[in-house]
Nanobody
Framework: QVQLVESGGGLVQPGGSLRLSCAASGLTLEHYIIGWFRQAPGKEREGLSYISGLDGSTAYADSVKGRFTISRDNAKNTVYLQMNSLKAEDTAEYYC???????????????WGQGTQVTVSS
């Protein structure tokens, strides 16, 4: 059974940092493209970043470029999203997903985690 489990969300002040984790079981993350997405109430799901299992190449949405960093630990079968300089508009439910395409489009991903809430507020 494939499972992706996100953790690390929480409440943080503007300008603060969080590191999200995406731990996988039932699949080897190294064999997939792993993406991070977020969805705020009333908004569409937004692709933030992905990392290739093949060569480690990465991509970022303009909204997070320079602030967020995606990385992976193959030994732990875990992908991370380091989020710095957080803003109120980063408040959302954050999801990781596994797919086979180098894309920030959510429909290219077929395994999803349950999400972790990130709230940026003073």
């Amino acid at each position: 059974q494939v499972q992706l489990v996100e953790s690390g969300g929480g409440l943080v002040q503007p300008g603060g940092s969080l590191r999200l984790s995406c731990a996988a079981s039932g699949l080897t993350l190294e064999h997939y493209i792993i993406g991070w997405f977020r969805q705020a109430p009333g908004k569409e799901r937004e692709g933030l970043s992905y990392i290739s299992g093949l060569d480690g190449s990465t991509a970022y949405a303009d909204s997070v470029k320079g602030r967020f960093t995606i990385s992976r630990d193959n030994a732990k079968n875990t992908v991370y999203l380091q989020m710095n300089s957080l803003k109120a508009e980063d408040t959302a439910e954050y999801y990781c997903a596994a797919g086979g395409a180098l894309s920030l489009s959510f429909y290219e991903y077929y395994y999803w985690g349950q999400g972790t809430q990130v709230t940026v507020s003073s």
